[in-house]
């Protein structure tokens, strides 16, 4: 099947009969050439059904197969991380001069075929111990210090990065969906699960699992446990593996633990600069949320911009304001901005 449809093929059948020699053999050898419209694809996946196909087979015939070939050759247009407005991590894109919200697909494409999830699952583990080691041995007023992301003290955030990668062994232990559909930066569209009252709810669930704790040391301990048995579990699952989100989303497991990696670092920073501490940010983390921020096309940019790499992300993040004149120069190099908040 093809997806390449002629709606002049009357016409093209005629040029066929008119001028035969213009076209190689294999145009004109059989007769008339037939096309498919697209409306007829819609009809291939109940036929496959009825003659015994198996949806796992099905799945590349229909699409998947277009979807991989088209992974490999289409280019990624590049988005980052612009300032946040609130620190409840809604991404949502859009231009630096407009506010106005834009479908993801229509920017991004081939995203699905995912980030290498050894590579990814690499990261989770040196940030995720990271942070555990930085976390451990705080005294508890450093527990009740405020944070950027308020209401939220340090005890918060922290629970708040606990809860959202301890819904990974659920996603683990569920039936596996067919096919991914959700990209990491899609996973990021804006929708309810962003909106005023899921917000609040999401405030709160941080704020009353740190208030279980017994202490800080306590949840220090409990994400300690929590992201090594996340490590454990993922990387026991083979690449290519689907997770279905708490939200509904079927996506790689790459992609959703890459989401993971950017909670764990970006809170990262935020918890560092609350503590008054330098980042401690690894190399492995920052590498897989550039690749995200900026995709393959744009790589350099942080070297054009006279940016280091902790310094663009800090400024991708909203952590650093960022000034008119290196706005001006983000536009100029053709980088589209994900609005964080």
């Known amino acids: ?9 009357e016409d093209f ?31 291939v996946e109940n036929a496959l059904l009825a003659r015994g196909y198996p949806e796992d087979a099905i799945t590349p015939i229909v699409g998947g197969n277009f979807r991989r070939a088209a992974a490999m050759v289409w280019q990624l247009l590049n988005y980052t991380l612009a300032p946040c407005i609130d620190p409840f991590d809604r991404l949502t894109i859009s231009s630096w001069s407009s506010s106005d919200c834009c479908d993801l697909r229509q920017f991004w494409s081939g995203s699905l075929i995912g980030m290498d999830q050894g590579r990814v ?19 508890q007023a450093e527990w009740r210090l405020p944070t950027r992301c308020a209401p939220w003290t340090v005890s918060d955030l922290m629970a708040h990065v606990r809860v959202v990668i301890a819904w990974l062994p659920g996603m683990l232990a569920a039936p596996e969906p067919i096919r991914a559909e959700v990209s990491a930066v899609e996973y990021y569209r804006p929708d309810g699960r962003f909106a005023p009252d899921a917000n609040a709810a ?41 997770v279905r989100t708490r939200h509904g ?15 764990v670092a970006v809170h990262g920073l935020d918890l560092a600069d609350a503590l008054g501490r330098e980042p401690w940010m690894t190399p492995q983390a920052a590498d897989v949320v550039q690749d995200l921020l900026l995709g393959p096309d744009n790589a350099a940019a942080p070297e054009h911009l006279g940016w280091s790499r902790l310094r663009f992300l800090r400024k991708a993040t909203g952590r650093d304001p960022i000034t008119r004149e290196e706005a001006a120069e983000v536009d100029r190099l053709g980088i589209r901005w994900l609005t964080l908040g």
């Open 1 to 9: 099947m093809s997806t390449d449809y002629p709606f002049d093929h």
């Open 13 to 43: 059948n005629a040029m066929l009969v008119q001028s035969p020699e213009l076209f190689p053999d294999c145009y004109t050898r059989w007769g008339p050439i037939d096309f498919m419209p697209p409306e007829g694809l819609l009809t």
């Open 121 to 139: 699952v690499e990261a989770f583990r040196c940030e995720a111990g990271r942070l555990a080691r930085a976390m451990s041995g705080l005294s």
């Open 202 to 242: 999401r405030i709160a669930l941080a704020q009353d699992h740190a208030a279980e704790q017994l202490s800080g040391a306590s949840l220090a301990e409990g994400f300690d446990a929590t992201w090594q048995e996340v490590d454990r579990l993922c990387r026991a699952e083979p690449e290519g593996r689907v």
């Open 249 to 263: 989303d079927p996506m790689l497991l790459s992609e959703f633990l890459l989401t993971r990696v950017v909670e």
